[in-house]
């Protein structure tokens, strides 16, 4: 089992940038896990924000956020990341880590969030004009 807590979501005005973060914790030492984010705003289906391999070599991005946002792990301290810059309105929305169980050591990054195995709870990110 793993857990998956994020935090650093926030009230921000359009143009700001915010780092959200995700503790890994559980049985990480067992699996290499592909990460990802994803958001889901009101009356919205969730959606694939960014994905990360199991050893960080391959990442990638929805259209909506390449070139603003970053996704990135700290291995030493189980820790993902999403740096958010040049936010905008329609960033608006609870942002979710999740991890999947990867199929050995290739470098898959998923972006259904059918692949993944286990989620968090969420944080609100609110973009103000």
């Known amino acids: 089992q793993v857990q998956l807590v994020e935090s650093g979501g926030g009230l921000v005005q359009a143009g700001a940038s915010l780092r959200l973060s995700c503790k890994i914790s559980g049985r990480t030492q067992s699996s290499y896990y592909v990460m990802g984010w994803f958001r889901q705003a009101p009356g919205k289906e969730r959606e694939f924000v960014a994905g990360l391999s199991w050893s960080g070599v391959r990442t990638d991005y929805a259209d909506s956020v390449k070139g603003r946002f970053t996704i990135s792990r700290d291995y030493a301290d189980n820790m993902l990341y999403l740096q958010m810059s040049s936010l905008k309105p329609e960033d608006t929305a609870v942002y979710c880590c999740?991890?999947?169980?990867?199929?050995?050591?290739?470098?898959?990054?998923?972006?259904?969030?059918?692949?993944?195995?286990?989620w968090g709870q969420g944080t609100q990110v609110t973009v103000s004009l």
């Open positions: 999740a991890a999947a169980v990867s199929p050995g050591r290739a470098e898959y990054v998923y972006t259904s969030n059918l692949r993944y195995d286990y």
